[in-house]
Each structure stands twice: as C-alpha cells, then as structure tokens.
C-alpha cells in the first residue's frame, strides 16, 4: 500500500514539473512582429507610368537573410493582381500600376500573421520606391 502511494505522489509530482515547464515555455514566448519600411523613392520616366517596388526580406532585428536561407518569401498586392518571390538573396522586385496598394511579404508555409509584413502604399506614374520588409518571428 505504502508503495502505491508512493507511487502515486510521484506520478503526480512529474505530472505538476511537466505543465509548469510548457506554462513557463509558452509564456516566456515574445513575438516580434513584421513590419515594413519605405527606404527610397525615386523618379524613373522609363517606367511608362507603371511603378517599380523593389528591395529586400530582413529579419525582424534587421539582419539581412543572406543566400542559403531556406525560405521563400512571396510579395504580393490585395487579390494577388501583382505577384512575385524573393530570390535566394532575399531580394526581390515587381513592377505595378500607380495607385493604392495593400502590400504583403509573406513567409511560405507560415501560419503565425503576426510575422507578416504589410504596407499601405499609395503610388504615382513612374515611381521607384525601395521597401525593407522587416520579417517577424517568436523567440522563445
């Protein structure tokens, strides 16, 4: 009997230690959100009143996803009418129309939006403007 309840007190113990750590783990999460960044705009009459959007895919501290990241990224405007993919360098480039634009940078597979990068951009004919897409993502 002295032995069952041993047993029992221990099973339980282990049990207690065991949700404490996944409380404390899940808790200490910290989510650094996307976030997306005008750097430069430009002039260009080559253009013929479209509008180039260019630049990079950085993490959330800044630090550049150099080659070999194995990640793609997928930039895109409201309703997919404009379309494209970071390359192996984390940059990418896409050419649309002068107007309002909701623009997303989107990691594949991901499933947590907080990582997202988004940006209301209004343009006009002709415009080149560099974006830095700032991607987010949980520490624990």
């Known amino acids: 009997m002295k032995r ?3 047993l029992v007190t221990i099973v339980f113990i282990i049990n207690i230690v065991l949700y404490s750590c996944d409380f404390l783990t899940n808790s200490l999460n910290h989510v650094y ?14 253009l013929n009143d479209s509008v180039m959007i260019y630049g990079e895919v950085y993490n959330a501290f800044g630090n550049h996803l150099y080659k070999g990241y194995n990640r793609i990224f997928k930039i895109y405007t409201e309703n997919n009418l404009f379309v494209t ?17 909701n623009i997303t940078c989107e990691g594949e597979n991901e499933d ?10 209004t343009t006009k004919p002709n415009q080149k403007i560099k974006l830095k897409f700032l991607y987010g993502e949980t520490v624990w």
Do not use: R, W
């Not at 947590?112 to 951009?121: A, D, G, I, Q, V």
């Open 33 to 46: 959100p996307g976030k997306a960044e005008i750097v430069k705009v430009e002039i260009d009459k080559q």
């Open 4 to 6: 069952i309840i041993y």
């Open 112 to 121: 947590n939006s907080e990582h997202m990068c988004k940006l209301n951009l």
């Open 85 to 101: 993919e970071a390359d192996t360098n984390a940059f990418f480039q896409m050419k649309i129309s002068a107007g309002e634009h």
